[in-house]
Structure formats: C-alpha cells, structure tokens
C-alpha cells in the first residue's frame, strides 16, 4: 500500500491578485486551492536531464509555478533531438540544453527561476549538484548517471522521480528514502546490464509522443510530493506500451540482503572481434573478383535501411540475427563484415555469429554514421 506522504514543502507567501489570476485553474482543483500554490512557488526542484523527458518535465513544473528550477544537462540541441525535445527550437541547435532550456522558462513564467548546470552528474558531484533541493526528477539516459542520481537522493534524503523510455515502452516509478520498505533504482536494478544490452535512442528510437506523456507524469509526481496529496508512485513501478496504450504497474520491494551485496557483474566470456574501416569495405566493393565474397550485413531496423545502406548489403535486423541456432541457410559462404548505426548492434550481431560457428566475422568500424561521413555524404545522417 502506497504510504500516506506529508507535503514536502511549507507554503511560501500569500499570492499576489496576478498570481491568483495565473494559477486559477489549479486553485479550483478539489485538494490543491491556496495553500498547495504557495508550496508550489516555495518549491526548489531539480530536473536531470532537459531531453525527451526533460522538455515536458520543465515546460509543466514551470507552468505550474514550481518557484525554483536547477536544470542539469551536458549536451547540445542536435537536429535529432527536435522531433522529441519540444523545448528546443530549430534555432537552438547547438546551443547548451540547459541555456535553452531557461530561456523556455523565462518566456513561460517570470515566477519561476533556473539555475543551470552544464554538465554531467556522477559520483564525485551528485550530492552538490542535487543537494539543497526538495524533489529530483530523473530524465537521464544512462545508467551510470541514473545510479549517481539515485545514490545521491539516498545520501541527501530527497526522493526523485524517475523514469526510463524507448521505443513504444516505458517505466517510471517514484523513490522516497526514509519511508518504511524505502526502495531505490538499485532495488530495481541492483546490476547494471552491459552498455551494449540497452539500446540508447539514438540505437532504437523513441516514439516522440510517448516521452510527453511520461514526463508529464513525471511533473504529476512532482507535484504531488510537493503539496502532499494524492498516491504517489512509491512501491511501484509504472509500466506504459503505447504501442497498445495499455499500462499497468508492479509492486517493487527491497531487494534481500543476499543480493544488496552484489559488487561486480557476472564474468562474462569475452569475444575478441576484428574490426574493419569504412574505406576499406568502400574498397573491397570497388574488387571485381574474390576466391570468398564478402557479406556485408546490415543489422539495422527496415525505417533505418530505408534511409540507405552501404551498397550491396543483405539487411537484417539483429534480433533476428540473433535468433539464429545456426549459420547455414541464413547467410552466403565468405566471410562477413556486420555494421550498424553506430556499432554496438553490430558487436552482439557478430558475437553470436561467432558463437554459432561462423569462421570469420567483422565489424565495420563506426558503422552507418562512419559511412556516410567518409564514403558517401549524400545519404542523410540521423
């Protein structure tokens, strides 16, 4: 049973006549009225990540007249990011997130003020950058920055908001140190699965839409924490297909103390890999005659194959190349050169190939994105 979660904030100043004017809508809201807008305009949040889930997650924290934001983001606004980051603008691109991101603040609600951060959270900084703050929103896009954010909420006793999204999937959950049965990501997560076995964005694609949706729950969260009312997501972990529009949640609990211990990963076999340039695959395709004919195998998605492929490739996803027991009847004989976008498709695509006894696999180095900057620039980037 979710607990009962007193409010966060203490109410700040009665609000002025344009504040009132503002905020009327939350005001009518049976639980919110007066006082919860107080502790709203008296709150100091801090929002990881001004991506995907950060857009939404600013856009209704400072709507809302949350008083103070802290805005942490190493990165630049990209072209790639405009189909999802709704903050940023055509004209933004290159600019820090976190400077376009305040100015999105400032156009919005001169009640609300930011601080930004440039940078990236880890270990050694978290607890500064997170400290003095009374809720974190967690919109990060990597586990190591994840657990810095949640061992700091931990030290710091400040419960964060978190959430996780690719493609048509994800998970959000609420972590609130010091209540009975408290849990955090590492309850969730207590091993980090290998870079190569979570697929960023930029690997897998997002559907725009769905990071509005969960940022916006997200503020919810937020929102809730701050005036203390309302069932918070703690103890459960909230899972939404919008493929299907279907959600549902499961109960989360501490994980034994068995497990709590757990310092390193698993041992893992390591598979070394020859590595190939994109020049030399260019010039290998220029060769009229080969004892052997190389396969190129191009483990993208079809939309991605659908964008250009390197000339002569057979395309096939890698999860069915996976699926394979064995190599006979899927590939030609000779060996095989694999690539991807970017490459780590490719390494588990060739990795199993191995496994399954292929005598001779590659791997493009750089994969698409390497192709299409050295060999052939007329195919766009994404």
């Excluded at 691109?93 to 930004?116: F, Q």
């Excluded at 978190?162 to 049965?181: E, I, K, M, N, Y």
């Excluded at 310092?263 to 070394?272: A, G, H, Q, T």
Aim: aromatic letters at 4%.
């Amino acid at each position: 049973m979710t607990p009962h979660l007193s409010p966060l904030v203490e109410p700040g100043p009665a609000l002025t006549s344009a504040q009132v004017s503002r905020y009327s809508r939350h005001l009518l809201v049976p639980g919110m009225g007066l006082e919860a807008q107080r502790r709203l305009l008296a709150a100091r949040v801090a929002v990881v990540g001004a991506g995907g889930l950060g857009s939404p997650i600013v856009a209704y924290l400072a709507a809302a007249g949350v008083g103070h934001l802290t805005i942490i983001d190493d990165d630049r606004v990209d072209a790639t990011n405009l189909q999802r980051q709704v903050m940023h603008t055509t004209a933004s691109i290159g600019e820090p997130k976190v400077d376009s991101a305040a100015g999105y603040v400032a156009a919005l609600n001169p009640d609300v003020s930011v601080a930004v951060r440039h940078t990236r959270i880890t270990p050694d900084n978290a607890v500064e950058l997170l400290g003095g703050h009374h809720v974190i929103l967690d919109g990060a896009d990597n586990f190591p920055t994840r657990y810095a954010v949640s061992d700091a909420s931990v030290e710091l006793g400040v419960p964060v908001v978190w959430a996780a999204v690719l493609r048509f999937d994800a998970q959000l959950s609420t972590f609130v140190p010091g209540v009975a049965d408290a849990v955090s990501l590492r309850d969730l997560f207590p091993v980090p699965p290998r870079a190569e076995d979570v697929p960023s964005c930029a690997e897998a694609g997002v559907l725009g839409a769905l990071v509005g949706q969960v940022g916006s729950i997200m503020a919810a969260e937020a929102v809730k924490l701050i005036c203390g009312f309302g069932e918070p997501l703690v103890g459960r972990v909230l899972l939404v297909d919008a493929l299907t529009q279907r959600i549902r949640e499961v109960p989360l609990r501490p994980v034994g103390a068995d497990l709590v211990q757990i310092e390193r990963e698993p041992v893992r076999e390591l598979i070394p890999l020859e590595e190939i340039s994109v020049e030399e695959v260019r010039d290998l395709g220029r060769e009229t005659s080969s004892p052997s004919p190389i396969v190129l195998l191009d483990v993208r998605e079809p939309g991605e194959h659908a964008l250009g492929t390197v000339p002569g490739a057979l395309t096939v996803p890698v999860g069915e190349v996976l699926s394979w027991d064995e190599v006979d009847g899927h590939l030609p004989g000779g060996p095989v050169i694999v690539y991807c976008k970017s490459g780590p498709r490719a390494n588990r695509a060739a990795v199993h190939l191995v496994k399954i006894g292929h005598p001779d696999v590659r791997v493009m180095t750089g994969g698409m994105l390497a192709w299409i900057e050295r060999v052939d620039s007329s195919l766009p980037t994404y």
